[in-house]
């Protein structure tokens, strides 16, 4: 069978595609590895509108809700390979499925990004870790070194100012990229300490982590910390590898170049969220971005008459 | 009749997605939320050797344990056949 339409990720901006493309009546799947993606990580959420206060996870069981009531049931898979020839876009999962249609929405966001170092897949869990409003709370009364320079590391500062003894900020960078509100409330932190200029090198262990190497980048010198736990917040990695470099739609970052209407290069094919090249990644913009994909789709359809 | 222990956090939303999945397969479970008793937490890396919720632990009727750690359907839905 070949479909109107294939979307790729079910979290804001594929939701928001399917929520238009059922509408209009159009035969599609969505395929994704989860439902909710990153938004269901996204803590306390007070900027999208209608929600005064919600959290991530709250307004994701909202848009699974809504897709739902549509009869919409994502196959949950993971996407690896996606090709396309003549006017036909051949989409492959990890279980081994091949799946075919005539147009095709990438909305598959990003994941957190690895420091690839020695030792961070090995404590995994063991004292590693990227979601600190999970993992935080187990290490009450222990030292943590959080890695990065971005509001998440400074959210993970502040959350562990309140629950840790001590807690490291290890930025490689000189300054912070986060809010200034945000350097400023984990300035006046007691037991937070701010290392700037300050390379991670190496998690090491036995069982669990026992600390980190860093490079100080003023002295050239290798330091160590002795923590329990180390916090990884160094932004995101886009999730989009499955598209062939030879379409020549993603930029430098692994982002989709796409146009205002979610287009982008190859006839056929749009995305939307955060794993496009526009600059901000919110939930709000994801909405958006996908009720354009899901139009540019329905238009394309309409006008190519395929 | 299986019983089932999440070990969770408060605001670990891997934690809700394991418990909502399995309120949805009709299954019910004690959460063992490890912010709540220290005691819990000591139990969790016992059991599972390591320190990330959520952890599911399945004990069936012959009192064999089984651990799905993370917020994981597929393993979930065979550790519970």
């Known amino acids: ?306 | 009749m299986k019983k089932i222990i999440i070990y969770t956090t408060s605001w670990c939303p891997w934690c809700q997605k394991t418990k909502k999945f399995l309120e949805n397969l009709g299954y019910s479970y004690e959460e063992r939320n490890v912010e709540l008793n220290p005691e819990w937490g000591k139990e969790l890396i016992e059991k599972s050797g390591q320190m990330g919720v959520p952890v599911t632990l399945i004990i069936d009727e012959n009192g064999k344990e089984k651990l799905v750690i993370g917020y994981d359907p597929l393993s979930l839905k065979e550790a519970l056949e």
């Open chain 1, 1 to 306: 069978m070949i479909y109107d339409s294939i979307i790729i990720g079910a979290s804001a901006g594929g939701i928001s595609s399917a929520i238009y493309l059922k509408r209009q009546g159009l035969n599609f799947i969505m395929i994704a590895k989860d439902i909710g993606g990153e938004m269901a990580l996204s803590g306390i959420v007070e900027n999208y509108p209608g929600f005064p206060r919600t959290t991530g996870f709250e307004l994701a069981e909202k848009f699974e809700e809504h897709l739902k009531s549509y009869g919409v049931e994502p196959i949950i898979d993971e996407v690896i390979k996606v090709e396309k020839e003549e006017n036909i876009f051949k989409v492959q999962t990890k279980s081994n499925n091949l799946y075919f249609s005539k147009t095709l929405i990438l909305a598959t966001g990003a994941t957190p990004k690895k420091l690839n170092i020695p030792g961070e897949n090995e404590f995994y869990h063991k004292g590693v870790s990227y979601c600190s409003v999970c993992d935080m709370p187990l290490f009450k009364g222990k030292t943590v070194a959080i890695i990065g320079g971005g509001n998440s590391a400074l959210e993970a500062g502040i959350m562990a100012s309140n629950i840790c003894l001590k807690a490291y900020i290890v930025n490689k960078n000189p300054v912070f990229k986060g809010d200034k509100i945000l350097v400023e409330e984990v300035s006046k932190k007691e037991n937070v300490e701010i290392i700037y200029n300050a390379l991670t090198q190496e998690i090491y262990g036995d069982e669990f982590v026992k600390g980190i190497k860093y490079l100080d980048k003023n002295t050239n010198e290798i330091k160590d910390l002795k923590v329990d736990g180390v916090f990884i917040h160094i932004g995101l990695k886009l999730n989009s590898e499955m598209i062939p470099d030879e379409w020549k739609v993603k930029n430098e970052f692994g982002e989709i170049i796409v146009n205002k209407f979610c287009e982008t290069n190859v006839p056929g094919f749009f995305a939307a969220g955060d794993v496009t090249d526009f600059p901000h990644k919110q939930i709000g913009i994801a909405v958006g971005q996908g009720i354009a994909a899901g139009l540019g789709v329905i238009n394309y359809l309409n006008k190519n008459k395929i």
